[in-house]
């Protein structure tokens, strides 16, 4: 199972990890930890370090609820903190975490690498063909509504018929356009209760049906500090608990904010498939 990435083939057959960088205020975990240059580089260079194959850039909180910005500030926001990571890492991947099309155009002008979507198009109806021009991988997540209104939309009749229902259109829709290299997110934590997301993950295998790459974000989600009756910031144990069950079940990327802890889990775990 490949992508071509900027011209390198990925090979997902062994399950890698992507880094999260959240440059943003609000962020329901690190907002406001890397609000300078400094501490970007330092991240960047730990993540991949740690063994990082990705870094997943995003300047737009779309936790339950969070404030809305303009597209222009989502640009100024991205913009320079693209430039600062590829001029000090000019080989490094770049996944850019955002549903609007202006921004996924600037933002692979600069050299992102690929496009990650927690609409999959629905909020932006030229987003597929922004990623269809630049033929970059597309992650494509499931939601309903936006972060403001997603916590409003929770009732499904079949949540996994739904959710599957869902990609197929997506896939439908990007294979129309001419997008050759498509990943897919059922979104834990949009448009989902503690309970439903549960359900995804005991049925997550189910999703393989697609033959596309499972891309799986639960890193410190409320699903897991909920459960424990906990905080994001003592999620870590839940979280590796967590990945490992997706790795067995098929996922072959781990979206993660402890890159370290997320590769020594895919190792392992690994060696028993």
């Known amino acids: 199972m490949l992508i071509n990435c900027r ?3 990925i090979d997902l057959t062994t399950p890698k990890v992507m880094g999260i960088l959240n440059v ?12 300078n240059e400094k501490a970007i580089i330092n991240q960047v260079s730990k993540m991949i370090a740690d063994g990082a194959t990705f870094i997943d850039v995003g300047v737009y909180s779309s936790k339950p609820n969070a404030a809305l910005i303009s597209e222009q500030e989502e640009l100024d926001r991205l913009l320079p903190v693209l430039d600062l990571i590829l001029g000090h890492f000019p080989d490094v991947l770049l996944s850019i975490d955002t549903f609007r099309s202006a921004v996924a155009r600037q933002a692979l002008e600069k050299g992102a690498a690929m496009i990650n979507d927690i609409s999959a198009g629905l909020l932006d109806d030229k987003m597929m063909e922004v990623v269809a021009q630049y033929q970059v ?17 929770t009732q499904y009749d079949d949540l996994m018929k739904d959710v599957l229902f869902y990609f197929s259109e997506r896939i439908l829709e990007a294979r129309k356009l001419g997008i050759n290299d498509l990943l897919i997110d059922p979104g834990f934590g949009f448009a989902k209760t503690v309970e439903q997301n549960f359900e995804l993950l005991k049925h997550l295998a189910i999703f393989n049906s697609f033959e596309l790459p499972l891309l799986i974000g639960i890193s410190r989600k409320s699903m897991i500090y909920k459960t424990l009756q906990t905080t994001p910031e003592n999620a870590l144990n839940g979280t590796t608990a967590l990945n490992a069950i997706a790795v067995q079940k098929g996922a072959k990327i781990l979206r993660v904010h402890d890159v ?12 028993l498939q």
């Open 7 to 9: 011209g390198k083939l």
């Open 24 to 35: 943003t205020p609000d962020s329901f975990y690190d907002g406001g930890y890397y609000a």
């Open 137 to 153: 991988p597309y992650i494509m997540m499931h939601m309903r509504g936006t972060p403001q209104t997603m916590t409003t939309l």
């Open 260 to 271: 370290k802890e997320a590769v020594e889990c895919v190792k392992l775990v690994t060696l």
